[in-house]
C-alpha cells in the first residue's frame, strides 16, 4: 500500500475558488469583506505569515491591511488598536499576530477583540460554544484538518480518531471538532503511557505534538488517515514533520505532506472565517 498524498495547496485552491466566488457576491451587495492583521514587532516568520496573509486576501478579493507595531507598545496601547478596530464597520475580521512581546499579555489581548469579528477563533466565548457546538468561528488549523479529511469522501461517523497533542491551538479544538462529527477521540499527550497501543486504534490520526519524526509506521494502523501538523526544522535546516512520512506513507490510506499539507490550509480557513464573519455582522 502506498498513500493518497493529501495536497494542501491543491484542496486550498480549490475552497479558495469557492470563497472568491461568494465574495463578489458579496461585493453585488455593496459589502466587502475586510481583514486587519495587527504585527507586533519584527519577529521574521510573523512577518512571512503576515505577508503570506495579505497576498491570500489580494488572491480571494478580501480588503486586508496590516497595522504594525513597535515591540516597544504597551499593553494598553494595543488593546486601544483593537478597541478601535472593534468599532469600524469595514473591518469584519481582527488577528494580533501571535507571539507578542513578553511585557503584553496574550490573553488579554484576545480577550479584547469583539467575538464576532475574532477569525482566530481564539476567544474564550468563541472556544466554549465550539465545545458545546454552538455556531463557533473556529480556529483555522483544526478547521482545515476537518476539511481536509471530509475531501477524502471519508465518513467520520463511527471512526476511532486519536490526536497526539493537546495544545489550544490544535489538540483540543480538532479533538472537539471531531467529536461533534460524531468519532469516537482519544487525546494523547507527553504523559500517555503506550503511544503505539494508542495510535494503533485510529482510523484517523492526528499528530501535533511538536516533536520531529515521532510517528512512524509501527504507530499506524494500515489503511489510516494519517494528518501531519507538525513544523520542525532539522538541524540540515529542512523543514519536516511530526510523522516520518516515507514509512508512514507505505501503511496508511491517506498522508499530509510536510510542508504542502496542513499549512495552506490555516491561511486558507482564515478567508473563510473572513467571509463568515461578515455575511453575520452585515446580516447577509
Do not use: W
Amino acid at each position: 500500500m502506498s498513500a493518497t498524498i493529501l495536497d494542501g495547496k491543491e484542496i486550498a485552491a480549490d475552497i479558495r475558488s469557492e470563497i472568491k466566488s461568494e465574495v463578489e457576491e458579496l461585493k453585488q451587495k455593496g459589502i466587502t469583506p475586510g481583514l486587519t492583521v495587527v504585527l507586533v514587532g519584527d519577529n521574521p516568520a510573523s512577518q512571512s505569515y503576515v505577508r503570506a496573509k495579505a497576498r491570500a486576501c489580494e488572491e480571494v478579493g478580501i480588503y486586508s491591511e496590516v497595522i504594525r507595531k513597535p515591540s516597544t507598545i504597551t499593553q494598553q496601547e494595543l488593546l486601544d488598536q483593537i478597541a478601535d478596530l472593534n468599532e469600524n464597520p469595514n473591518i469584519h475580521g481582527i488577528l494580533v499576530q501571535l507571539p507578542l512581546p513578553d511585557h503584553i499579555s496574550e490573553r488579554a489581548v484576545i480577550d479584547a477583540i469583539r467575538v464576532e469579528k475574532d477569525v482566530d477563533g481564539f476567544h474564550p466565548l468563541n472556544v466554549g460554544n465550539l465545545v458545546i457546538g454552538n455556531g463557533a468561528m473556529l480556529p483555522c488549523t483544526p478547521y482545515g484538518i476537518i476539511e481536509m479529511i471530509k475531501r477524502t469522501g471519508t465518513e467520520i461517523a463511527g471512526k476511532n480518531a486519536v490526536v497526539v497533542g493537546r495544545s489550544n491551538i490544535v489538540g483540543k479544538p480538532v479533538s472537539m471538532l471531531l467529536l461533534h462529527e460524531n468519532a469516537t477521540v482519544s487525546i494523547c499527550h507527553s504523559r500517555t503511557r503506550d503511544l503505539k497501543e494508542m495510535t494503533r486504534q485510529a482510523d484517523i490520526l492526528v499528530v501535533a505534538a511538536g516533536r520531529e519524526g515521532m510517528v512512524g509506521k509501527e504507530h499506524i494502523k494500515p489503511g489510516a488517515i494519517v494528518i501531519d501538523v507538525g513544523v520542525n526544522r532539522t538541524a540540515e535546516g529542512k523543514l519536516t514533520g511530526d510523522v516520518r512520512f516515507d514509512e508512514a506513507r507505505e501503511v496508511a490510506s491517506y498522508i499530509t505532506p510536510v510542508p504542502g499539507g496542513v499549512g495552506p490550509m490555516t491561511i486558507t480557513m482564515l478567508l473563510k472565517n473572513t467571509l463568515t464573519a461578515a455575511k453575520q455582522i452585515e446580516s447577509v
